[in-house]
């Protein structure tokens, strides 16, 4: 059987009361297009392509495919895709076809660009299904105001919402992690719930905001607005960055001169 990597942060899946639990909450379909991002031994895999009868996923891993493909042997049409995920090309995949659901338990030491990566094709996507460490989930999801509110959430909200599931132990897994992981549901906006004029500039104000949680909006987007633009945008310039909510940074964002 082959080792876990720590350069592929691989953390294998094993418990069957999880397993099922993931699967259910997956809620796989006849006719679903689904893709599962780092497959690993196939935990999760086995029982969704039994369920959907054909499924595609990507594996980073060359020496877990034969083991993978074993065990997902007489369940259906399996198609391996040896890639990394952080640049494999959703949009291909998807074709003319109907658009993709991605689930996954994703390698917690590239996770940030692999959500990013995501969101850069979503327009490919129907749905998301992810597992992360309790304490980036938790980040994700949070509110104004929260201690875990940062820009993680804030360049997250334009897109989709978060939706915690359940919490999963490390004895879940081989070798156990050390944390607590999350299982998480990612639904994309149907509308934009605030328009974004500039992403660009949208990326810099939350990231030149966040950089030093600490200061206020006056001092750390000095750089890019000054208090009278501030206030312009309808933002307090004396505020700090985790009390506003993200509709607040688009209207920064706006006055931000090219």
């Known amino acids: 059987m082959n080792r876990a990597k720590k350069r592929y942060g691989q953390h294998f899946l094993h418990d069957p009361g999880t397993i099922d639990r993931i699967v259910r909450a997956i809620d796989p379909r006849p006719g679903d297009r689904v893709v599962e991002v ?16 054909s499924l595609d996923v990507v594996e980073i891993d060359p020496e877990v495919v034969p083991q993978l493909r074993a065990r997902c042997a007489g369940r259906g049409e399996l198609r391996v895709h040896q890639a990394d995920a952080l640049e494999f090309d959703f949009r291909a995949l998807r074709g003319d076809g109907p658009r993709l659901r991605l ?7 590239v996770s940030t ?11 490919a996507v129907a749905s998301m299904h992810f597992m992360l460490q309790k304490e980036v989930v938790a980040r994700m999801a949070a509110r104004p105001g929260n201690k875990d509110y940062g ?4 360049m997250l909200a334009p897109r989709v919402r978060v939706v915690p599931l359940f919490d999963i132990g490390a004895g879940a897994f081989a070798p156990p992690p050390r944390v607590v992981s999350t299982f998480f549901e990612l639904v994309p906006h149907t509308a934009p719930p605030f328009e974004i004029s500039d992403t660009a500039a949208y990326a810099k104000v939350v990231s030149a905001a966040f950089a030093q949680r600490r200061k206020t909006l006056r001092n750390s987007l000095s750089g890019l607005l000054d208090a009278e633009a501030i206030r312009a945008a309808g933002v307090d310039p004396g505020a700090r960055p985790e009390t506003l909510e993200p509709a607040r940074f688009a209207a920064l964002a706006a006055r931000v001169r090219p």
């Open 38 to 53: 780092g497959p690993g031994r196939g935990a999760i895999t086995a029982p969704l392509l039994a369920a959907l009868g």
């Open 103 to 109: 689930v996954g338990n994703l390698p917690y030491n």
């Open 113 to 123: 660009p692999l959500l990013f990566h995501f969101l850069e094709q979503l327009d």
């Open 151 to 154: 820009r993680l959430t804030v």
